[in-house]
């Protein structure tokens, strides 16, 4: 994937000739912040061209779309005080902030961004912050492009994200087309085992989705939710049966995953028969761009190893 780099910034300094006995006399020089204005679901806001110190509040990884385009954010949630695997090295030196569903909002005051970008999910902290901090607030919705694009308007790097997204469709065709003369019309699910249920993820409105069976274009197994996914309960499992099943759980141990993957509704389906169960190291949802691609490479070995 092709990285554009840009940095913008414009310095403005005024000199005046007073007309004092014919001598000129100079004022200060002032610097001036040049900024651009971001429409959000909030509202409108006036960010700095060239933020330094951008905090990131998200439960997906929006921090990767920074990335993508040459921006390392100053800090994000971090689970467990673990950034997403996928940007573990990107994101060495960002200052991890405690995932929490309720921020205190003094805490981010202390951190003193010049831009905060959030989720959604966090109108009340945008309510309190807004007027101090330049926030822009971004909607977690099914279309992960939207969201990067968004991302990247806020530091200034739209033109940057949009050349990101063009890169990685690229890709994605040539290993789809790759990946479908190999499996055929097989088909394909995707689940994720949680501690008390099974993600099974659907045809639209997710990142994971797109991915399969837009980007790649693989053919769904019979019966996927039309929507984002579903949670379902181990014998709900009977009413699927894929070629293959890609496994996007994030703890691939335990004592409901073994008790899932070693039940007899799980070993009666066709995928598993057929040691077609697919299990990638990508689990994050395939939210950002680096993600995605690393996904990519990741089905592409996996599928026609």
């Given at each position: ?123 009340p902290l945008y309510d309190k912050l807004a007027k101090t901090i330049p926030t ?8 992960w492009k939207e969201d990067h694009l968004k991302v990247a308007e806020a530091v ?146 996996v599928l026609l190893k």
């Amino acid at each position: 994937m092709k990285k554009i780099i840009g940095v913008t910034s414009v310095l403005a300094t005024c000199a005046v000739l007073a007309a004092c006995g014919g001598e000129a006399s100079e004022q200060p020089a002032k610097q001036a912040t040049a900024v651009h204005t971001v429409e959000h679901i909030f509202g409108k806001t006036e960010v700095p061209d060239n933020p330094k110190k951008v905090v990131v509040l998200s439960h997906v990884s929006w921090e990767g779309s920074l990335v993508s385009v040459g921006v390392k954010p100053y800090a994000v949630m971090a689970y467990d005080n673990e950034f997403p695997p996928h940007l573990t090295e990107e994101l060495q030196g960002t200052k991890a902030l405690p995932y929490a569903d309720e921020i205190n909002p003094e805490e981010i005051v202390k951190l003193n961004p010049d831009l905060l970008i959030i989720s959604d999910r966090y109108k009340p902290l945008y309510d309190k912050l807004a007027k101090t901090i330049p926030t822009v607030a971004v909607e977690v919705g099914g279309d992960w492009k939207e969201d990067h694009l968004k991302v990247a308007e806020a530091v200034n790097k739209k033109a940057e994200g949009q050349a990101v997204i063009d890169d990685l469709s690229e890709e994605a065709k040539s290993i789809g087309q790759r990946i479908k003369d190999s499996v055929k019309d097989e088909t394909f699910m995707a689940v994720s085992v949680n501690k008390k249920d099974i993600r099974v993820y659907g045809l639209t409105n997710h990142a994971t989705n797109s991915l399969l069976f837009d980007d790649i274009g693989l053919t769904p197994t019979k019966g996927l939710p039309k929507d984002f996914g579903e949670n379902i309960s181990i014998e709900g499992l009977a009413k699927y049966n894929p070629d293959h099943i890609i496994d996007l759980s994030y703890f691939s141990s335990g004592p409901y995953y073994d008790e899932v993957t070693n039940g007899k509704v799980w070993k009666g389906l066709t995928a598993v028969k057929k040691d077609q169960v697919h299990q990638l190291s990508t689990t994050w949802g395939f939210w950002d761009p680096i993600e995605r691609e690393k996904g990519l490479k990741e089905l592409e070995d996996v599928l026609l190893k």
